[in-house]
């Protein structure tokens, strides 16, 4: 897959994710921390809105918007008039930024995927959503520390118990690839050590690296 063809796919998986925030927004959670399980309709006045799904959908709003125009920069080597405020604007602009990406040097491409990719995994984690894995701090055996991660050599490391993928939690981090870190645990065959098998190859044991 190209990069055009994934961030095509992004802003494809960021569309539903949209919908499903925008629903919630004018929901008051009782407690954000869980969730919203004793949640009520606000009438009239958007305020007090919905305490997770607001802030990342207004950050899409705006950041789809600054997206595009410095997309749009690169390509055409002018900004273009800004979009309006509705909802209709916003997926127009996530269009406009699948095909902007087809023209822009690669590392304005993978910029951008970075910037979906951590909006859509910010959606994911809206607890009233709950597509995503509850993620928790990667464990060592007693009395080791846990493998720091292998790009920005922080202990920033958090694994997803359901399916077993590990990420970094540096947003900052890129892989040698320059895409948010992503590995599988997976076990040595010659001695059952656990081993983290990363997306651009690389794959570390615990207090090793190979």
């Known amino acids: ?49 919905h305490a997770e799904a607001g802030p990342i959908l207004m950050d899409i709003h705006e950041g789809a918007r600054r997206l595009e125009a410095s997309l749009r920069r690169e390509v055409a080597g002018q900004l273009g008039e800004r979009r309006g405020g509705s909802d209709a604007n916003t997926v127009a602009a996530l269009a406009s930024i699948a095909r902007l990406v087809h023209a822009v040097p690669e590392d304005g491409a993978r910029r951008t995927a970075r910037i979906l990719s951590g909006w859509i995994r910010r959606a994911e984690e809206v607890r009233d959503i709950g597509e995503a894995e509850r993620w928790e701090p990667l464990r060592a055996p007693a009395g080791q520390l846990p493998p720091a991660c292998p790009y920005c050599r922080t202990f920033s490391l958090r694994v997803g118990r359901r399916e077993g993928r590990v990420r ?11 895409r948010p870190p992503a590995a599988v645990i997976d076990k040595n065959r010659l001695n059952g050590d656990a081993m983290l098998v990363w997306a651009d190859g690389r794959v570390i044991y615990y207090g090793a690296e190979s």
């Open 1 to 49: 897959m190209t990069l055009a063809e994934e961030i095509s796919a992004l802003v494809t998986e960021l569309g539903p994710l949209l919908d499903q925030l925008r629903v919630l927004l004018p929901e008051q959670v009782a407690d954000a921390a869980r969730g919203s399980m004793q949640h009520h309709k606000v009438t009239g006045s958007p305020a007090p809105w």
């Open 168 to 178: 970094c939690a540096n947003r900052r981090c890129v892989d040698g690839d320059g």
